[in-house]
């Protein structure tokens, strides 16, 4: 692996994590972050379809006149979504009942165009793709240890395994919608920490890039 | 090569001939998988009949097969209905549709001839809210309608009252709901009881 | 098959029990960087409120009258995705021409309102959920007034909170999702409050 | 390392014959509730103020004791230990600490554990009376004797003899029982001014407005007037809308805020399916309490510019 490879790796994963550095794309996932199975599909969705649509938009962002750029990159995006629900529909069918219209809704999955703007658009669609797969990586960490949190408080069990003893008292608040906006901070708030920690063992260097803490881009 | 790329001939240009060609790859996906679609769904239609009922298969051709063997669509029916013969004695099932907390739901019912316990319960469709009352699929849950006494209709306990986990008597008419999804559960409990007296309908004769 | 849910109800469930960034997340991304400041937010969510309601009817025009005879639904997405766009333009058209006051109030949201999730998601609800032309409206309408009081609760409230001495990892975006946590909670005394017939 | 607050302070009294009183009815149980509570809350905010070098206010002993007294008596000690830890590190020192919570963390706290266990606290009822000797048990937590409270006896459509309900004779959670007691808890923080007398009047007004026209209107649903005496209702009116952080600052905004939680109360506990609304009435009025500030300051600076 290139030097740069790892670096987009080191970077999408953990110093400009799509959630907690950007709170981009958690719309289109969190509500259904009370279950490991639902998260993981969701996630694995989001992570090909950035890595397919910033490979396809790099390949072609010579030829995309800027008028019509958006456009195009919806059009691309909507491509990838589209073809995850139809395989999910022939495959799958009864994941694709169960999530409904939450596979759709990956389209407006903020990191997507995000990635295909900052990134695809100057770079070559090999790194593109990496770059993508390496984005929805990140993105998928973070939702599945929250999802991992609601289960096991939720229903006592992961993956649909019951792994909690049977006196355990399921936390009715963790399968509901409060839960996901406390634990989404709570994660942020750890991994800021982290990283203001490791900022502060690295001085002498020139700083690392600090936690921005305006959001990207709506 | 340099194309003009802003000018306006070449931007209709391009965005038609994207846009077409993406369109196309994704009629030729759909077109592909439609058969397997199709089948996807005639099979969760009969399998559910099949569920409701308690006949136990193995894989799909199995359930493909007994489904001819032992259900009898009763024609002419709507929502349909059918009789089936499991072990020598008859039983009936009825579809049933009704409204959830935000759309449809689509039941399939059985019950022993005379009505007087269910014989099973699945669900066709939905579109509770995944996790919470999306859970009204889960085996536990349905699981409970398994021989219930149906002879006063049945009451889904909600709130403080349900335990969350199932109850296990069969004669007490009483089914524990999802934990955070009252309304659905209360919508449920409607539906059933109207599969019911459909139920009743059909045994006394009507379509 | 139409599913029998009165309009009316489902107008104020979609605005109180089943808030749609309250309950399902919806819009979270432009809510989160806008609700910062009063003005923009009152802005957009008056945008949104509008060409939720909107769209939610052209789309189901297009759905039931194009989309469908032509069994073309599998391009559903791409197909509501441009319908949102283009309502977005028109409605920046005839409201730069009609009105230049309510254009700088309102117009210049509208070109965010394009990549929020909340609007495609009203209408892959409507779609998956086989609403009825009332009803989709209906609910169209009430999930943008439903996010237009949420995005103002928390924009009242974030004016208070940007002063307070949170943990420094948490200031921010963090220190929101905590409030809006406890927004959802308060929602959910709703529940149950609309019987939906 | 205490942080003196002499308005806290005087709210500690009046919950002190309120919480005696609880002791009196419920028996050693609600002692051992009381203890975990204030004793949880305090650790967890000791814990979080000695990391930023801060001190320890004296309204987590309020935040403490509120939260203990909104329980059923034999609520299992985790759930109580649980609920306040939530309360004083989420709704609390995550926002900076005292003064700067927007949402009340006495009932952020018991929403928690509320909508988490409802199941279980909904079998923690017991009869009042005799230092608990009405439940059987003096120590350790009695088994579930089924009581039935007094608002889920009107919701049933029985009637529930009004001087029980005056004197705290009846089951429910620990603090809410004497109507009298709290009556005089209110006079007191009036008296003395550590609560606004605007709050307390505008919630009962909301309570007894929306619950008179439900009654007018016919709706089959409505709960008899006397209602208002059982649950919390009363509690809550005087010592949680009043909270002053968490409320509105401007006065007609402390009437919008009053009204709305008085009428949200009676439309929950009539209409959703919940039985007691007092707390999330509490939660969405916090939620408003910005925007109501908001909207009554606007409109004093627009009458000022139209001058």
């Known amino acids: 692996m290139s030097s740069k490879a790892m670096n987009i790796l080191k970077e999408n994963l953990w110093t400009n994590n799509p959630i907690f550095i950007q709170i981009l794309g958690i719309c289109s996932t969190l509500a ?36 019509v750029r958006m456009i195009v990159q919806v059009l691309v995006i909507s491509f990838y979504v589209i073809v995850i629900d139809i395989v999910l529909r022939a495959y799958l069918p009864e994941v694709s009942k169960q999530l409904g219209p939450y596979v759709g809704l990956i389209i407006t999955n903020c990191i997507i165009m995000g990635r295909a703007e900052a990134f695809a658009q100057a770079n070559k669609p090999g790194l593109s793709f990496w770059d993508g797969l390496t984005s929805g990586l990140g993105y998928m960490a973070v939702l599945m240890a929250i999802a991992l949190v609601r289960e096991i408080l939720g229903f006592g069990s992961v993956f649909g395994l019951r792994v909690l003893p049977a006196g355990f008292v399921p936390w009715t608040i963790m399968i509901m919608a409060p839960s996901a906006f406390f634990l989404v901070a709570m994660v942020m708030w750890w991994a800021k920490n982290m990283q203001a920690a490791k900022a502060k063992t690295a001085a002498g260097k020139p700083a690392a890039p600090a936690a921005p803490t305006a959001p990207a881009k709506a | 090569m340099k194309l003009k790329k802003d000018s306006i001939a070449y931007v209709v240009i391009f965005t ?55 259900v009898r669509p009763i024609e002419g029916s709507s929502p349909r209905a059918y009789r089936a013969a499991i072990d020598g004695r008859e039983y009936l099932a009825v579809e049933q549709t009704g409204a959830g907390l935000w759309g449809a739901i689509v039941i399939v019912m059985a019950t022993d001839e005379k009505v007087e316990r269910i014989r099973g319960l699945q669900i066709i469709a939905q579109n509770e809210t995944p996790g919470l009352g999306g859970r009204i699929e889960e085996r536990w849950f349905l699981d409970q309608f398994r021989g219930e006494r149906a002879g006063g209709g049945v009451r889904i306990a909600v709130g403080a009252e349900s335990k969350g986990t199932g109850d296990a008597d069969p004669d007490n008419g009483l089914i524990d709901g999802v934990t955070g999804a009252s309304r659905t559960s209360v919508a449920f409990e409607t539906i059933v009881n109207d599969a019911l007296a459909r139920a009743r309908a059909v045994a006394g004769g009507a379509k | 098959m139409i599913p029998l849910v009165n309009p009316i109800t489902l107008f104020f469930a979609s605005i109180f029990t089943s808030n749609i960034l309250l309950t399902n997340f919806l819009g979270m991304c432009s809510f989160i960087s806008i609700s910062k400041d009063w003005r923009s937010s009152f802005g957009l969510g008056m945008a949104v409120t509008f060409v939720m309601t909107i769209t939610a009817a052209v789309s189901w025009v297009v759905l039931y009258y194009v989309l469908v005879p032509l069994e073309l639904e599998y391009l559903s997405f791409i197909v509501f995705i441009i319908v949102i766009a283009a309502v977005v333009q028109v409605l920046e058209m005839v409201i730069d021409r009609a009105s230049p006051a309510l254009y700088m109030s309102l117009g210049i949201f509208l070109p965010l309102i394009t990549v929020n999730c909340a609007i495609l998601g009203a209408i892959l609800f409507m779609q998956i959920r086989s609403y009825g032309f009332v009803q989709s409206v209906a609910f169209g309408a009430g999930s943008g007034l439903g996010w237009w009081l949420a995005i103002l609760l928390l924009a009242a409230i974030r004016e208070r909170v940007e002063k307070a001495p949170v943990p ?26 609309i019987a939906v017939q | 390392m205490l942080q003196k607050q002499p308005v806290m302070r005087k709210v500690l009294y009046a919950l002190a014959p309120i919480a005696a009183f609880s002791v009196y009815l419920y028996g050693p149980r609600a002692l051992a509730v009381l203890a975990v509570s204030v004793g949880v809350g305090f650790l967890v905010e000791y814990l979080f103020e000695k990391k930023k070098g801060g001190k320890v206010s004296e309204a987590v002993f309020v935040t403490g004791t509120l939260f203990a007294l909104s329980m059923p008596p034999a609520v299992p000690l985790w759930i109580v230990a649980l609920g306040v830890a939530f309360a004083v590190f989420m709704a609390k020192e995550v926002y900076g600490g005292f003064g700067r919570n927007i949402f009340n963390p006495a009932i952020a706290g018991r929403l928690f554990v509320y909508i988490s266990f409802a199941g279980v606290l909904g079998a923690s009822f017991y009869p009042a009376g005799d230092f608990g000797a009405a439940a059987g048990s003096l120590f350790g937590r009695p088994d579930a004797v089924t009581t039935v409270t007094p608002l889920a006896a009107m919701g049933a459509g029985e009637s529930v003899p009004i001087m029980n309900l005056l004197l705290g004779f009846r089951s429910g959670s620990l603090g809410e029982s004497s109507v009298i007691l709290i009556a005089l808890a209110a006079a007191y923080l009036i008296w003395t001014k550590a609560a606004q007398w605007r709050l307390i009047a505008a919630t009962l007004i909301g309570g007894v407005a929306v619950a008179g026209a439900l009654i007018l209107g016919g709706v089959g649903r409505a709960l008899p007037i006397e209602a208002l005496l059982a649950g919390s209702f009363l509690y809550v009116a005087v010592f949680m809308s009043t909270d002053p952080v968490s409320a509105p600052k401007k006065p007609q905004a402390q009437w919008l805020y009053g009204l709305l939680i008085g009428s949200v109360i009676v439309i929950i506990r009539t209409f959703s399916l919940f039985p007691e609304g007092t707390s999330f009435a509490i939660l969405i009025g916090n939620t408003f309490a910005s925007l109501f500030d908001k909207l009554v300051t606007d409109a004093a600076k627009r009458k000022e510019a139209g001058k």
């Open chain 1, 32 to 67: 259904v972050t009370n279950n490991l199975r639902n998260t993981a599909i969701m996630t694995v969705g989001v992570a090909l379809t950035t890595a397919f649509s910033s490979m396809t938009l790099s390949a072609m962002k010579d030829l995309i006149p800027r008028k």
């Open chain 2, 16 to 70: 038609f001939v994207v846009s077409a060609l993406f369109v196309t790859l994704l009629a030729l996906a759909n077109e592909g998988t439609k058969p397997l679609v199709a089948a996807n769904r005639e099979f969760a239609a009969q399998s559910a009949v099949l569920d409701a009922l308690g006949i136990p298969y193995a894989n799909k051709d199995e359930a493909l097969r007994l489904y001819k063997e032992s």
């Open chain 3, 168 to 193: 420094a990892g948490l200031k921010g975006p963090g220190i929101t999702m905590v409030t809006i946590g406890f927004m959802a909670m308060a929602f959910i005394g709703f529940s149950g409050m």
